[in-house]
């Protein structure tokens, strides 16, 4: 069993970012980790391009993008892609890899965007709304920035693994309940506090409804197939490339 907690995922700065998810101070350690990571390579990236499908043309909001490893997929598939971040160190790494020209702009979800109505084709949050406790406002805006018939693609840690993990580790915790979960994370020789937001699944659909959203997709995805042979300690007691990691939407702006 992959013990997804304690993996990174991308990214967005919470409500206190003095306190927690400091992605400047890690920068350099998850940006590496990102590149070559099970869940982050092999499973979430995959998976997320397969969801977006054919992108030619298609303008693209990279919510959360880090160091830029889906904006730079996105557009090598021919995409007009835009990536936001919290982190200004995280952009600086993905102004590397992008080149100066790329768009790509400080922001915090937690905030009102900066970009006017009906600006993209497509929203990509990849595995970044479990940081925030208020999922309303983020939801609100992203919607806002659709075009009609706009999609919203979403990644979020797996509500069932999350608990389940925390239940392994000793803790009682009530699936039910939104409630806050923080961890340490070293990476790069630095180390962060981290701060993440559980809730169950009828919390999420809930807040995507409530912001106005179609739901056309619900997905759990197994990782590449080529996973097994890198990753042979964690497949060696299953069959197949699946498990419990990430849950997936595709969510139409009707």
């Not at 069993?1 to 993996?7: F, I, K």
């Amino acid at each position: 069993m992959v013990r997804m907690p304690t993996m990174p995922e991308d990214h967005v700065e919470t409500a206190h970012p003095s306190l927690f998810n400091d992605y400047d101070r890690l920068a350099e350690g998850y940006a590496a980790e990102n590149e070559a990571s099970l869940l982050n390579a092999y499973y979430e990236r995959p998976a997320m391009l397969e969801l977006a499908g054919d992108v030619t043309g298609r303008r693209i909001l990279d919510a959360g993008c880090g160091s830029g490893p889906l904006f730079s997929a996105l557009r090598d598939r021919g995409a007009i892609v835009t990536g936001i971040d919290a982190s200004a160190g995280m952009l600086e790494l993905a102004r590397r890899r992008l080149g100066t020209d790329a768009d790509l702009r400080v922001a915090d979800l937690a905030s009102p965007l900066l970009f006017p109505d009906g600006a993209f084709d497509d929203v990509i949050a990849s595995l970044v709304l479990h940081y925030l406790e208020d999922w309303g406002p983020t939801l609100a805006e992203l919607r806002r920035v659709l075009r009609p018939g706009g999609r919203l693609l979403v990644s979020v840690e797996h509500p069932f693994a999350i608990t389940l993990m925390r239940r392994l580790a000793g803790d009682k915790t009530n699936y039910f309940e939104t409630r806050n979960r923080t961890e340490e994370w070293t990476m790069g020789g630095q180390t962060a506090q981290m701060s993440f937001w559980d809730r169950p699944l009828h919390a999420m659909t809930d807040a995507f409804t409530a912001a106005g959203f179609r739901i056309s997709v619900i997905s759990e995805p197994p990782a590449v197939p080529e996973a097994r042979d890198l990753f042979p300690e964690v497949f060696r007691e299953r069959t197949g490339t699946s498990f419990l990691g990430f849950l997936f939407f595709v969510l139409d702006a009707d």
